[in-house]
């Protein structure tokens, strides 16, 4: 009898640490690639220990073939990339907001002249996404992060099969949601680069000899910079606000 719960334990211990281990490695903060793999490794080995002990009631066999233990694993990972890949998402409406502010300010110029090759998003983008990383730690969204790996075991049992229906429609809705957020965030700076364009073409359109292009290119980049400093407090809270509300759908 003591073989088996030992056996039990330990096949429970498993599965929740591929459910657990999959949405550390998509877990903003934690789960980036500038974290060390050990630490990331350790930080999912660490929750999977405090939360077996709480999930393993609801085992009560132990598949006798390797097949169907194989199958179990699978699920828990699918499950655990399901959520991960769910909040991770939400996170690219700042990359997006960023890109359109670097397109809307000319700053998204310099990928195209660089000579060792354009990075993978502008220097706006990227501020804006470490800004949202600071946020989670700052306001202890993370928590919630966690308590939803510990509430995943209550919307999807080991017994219940993946919803992968459900799962494609909220990615869908998330990915759109994200790309509204992000258009929202960067309409400071959008409706100015607006209005900065009409009133350039005006001016050019009324003295075609001066040179408006290199005296709108700097005033362009300053005053946009300068919107987006000024609204950084609104973005920074409604992106927190948003965030929270999805978190609070897996808690």
Do not use: C
């Not at 959520?83 to 996170?91: D, P, Y």
């Not at 809705?173 to 073409?201: D, H, M, W, Y």
Request: no cysteine; hydrophobic share 55%.
């Amino acid at each position: 009898m003591d073989s088996f719960a030992t056996v039990l334990q330990v096949y429970a211990g498993g599965l929740v640490f591929a459910r657990i281990g999959a949405m550390v490695m998509l877990m903003p903060g934690v789960g980036e690639t500038v974290v060390p793999p050990r630490i990331r490794l350790s930080f999912a080995v660490l929750m999977a220990l405090l939360l077996a002990p709480l999930v393993s009631k609801s085992i009560v066999t132990v598949p006798s073939s390797v097949g169907a233990v194989g199958g179990a694993v699978l699920h828990e990972v699918l499950v655990g990339l399901m959520i991960g890949a769910v909040l991770k998402l939400f996170v690219s409406s700042l990359t997006t907001a960023g890109e359109i502010i670097s397109i809307q300010t000319s700053l998204s110029f310099a990928q195209t002249t660089n000579p060792a090759g354009a990075p993978s998003s502008t220097a706006v983008a990227t501020f804006l996404s470490m800004l949202g990383l600071t946020l989670i730690m700052v306001t202890d969204l993370h928590h919630l992060f966690i308590g939803a790996m510990a509430k995943s075991f209550d919307l999807f049992p080991f017994s219940r099969p993946v919803p992968v229906g459900d799962a494609a429609e909220l990615a869908v809705r998330t990915v759109a949601e994200s790309f509204k957020l992000g258009l929202q965030l960067a309409a400071p700076v959008l409706v100015f680069s607006i209005v900065f364009n009409l009133a350039t073409g005006l001016v050019g359109r009324v003295m075609p000899s001066f040179q408006i292009f290199f005296v709108t290119s700097p005033l362009s980049v300053i005053l946009g910079l300068s919107l987006l400093g000024l609204s950084l407090g609104g973005i920074a809270m409604v992106w927190t606000d948003h965030y929270r509300d999805l978190l609070a759908v897996f808690n």
